[in-house]
């Protein structure tokens, strides 16, 4: 069994913010590393909030907001060693497009999306590659 720390991004691959730092900052961030989802820490490290591309949209360009105003405080979280299963179901029921990954109150990672995306084409490629090849009989006739 796939567990989240097999398919997530790690701490040290992530681009994060303070929650002082400007929603324009961050849309410069997303657009630089072209990502979706920033992590909001405080000085010591520890996870505020979330900010996604759907939230830097909606914050729109009404003046220099902060990344506290719109950050995403009430966060659904998974541990590294979560079923990539459960994990799947939770992003689901609660419609999220990110969950942090957190294991003693640190943050050590983010699953996205995109990171079931990349489970379900290898699971694809390996179904495919054990399908056996259709006899010639098999093949319909283009007449």
Known sequence: MLDISDIMTPRQNLVVVQPDATVDDVRRIMAEHRIRHVPVLDASGALLGLV????VLLA?????????E???HDLDTVDERSNVRNAAVLMLQ????CLPVIRDGELRGLVTDADF?????TLME???SVEPEPDEGDIPNEH
């Open 94 to 97: 609660r419609k999220r497009s």
């Open 117 to 121: 995306l990349g489970v379900a084409i």
């Open 70 to 72: 719109v950050m995403v």
């Open 126 to 128: 390996q179904l495919e």
């Open 52 to 55: 996604a591309r759907t939230d």
């Open 60 to 68: 729109g360009s009404d003046g220099p907001r902060q990344v506290h």
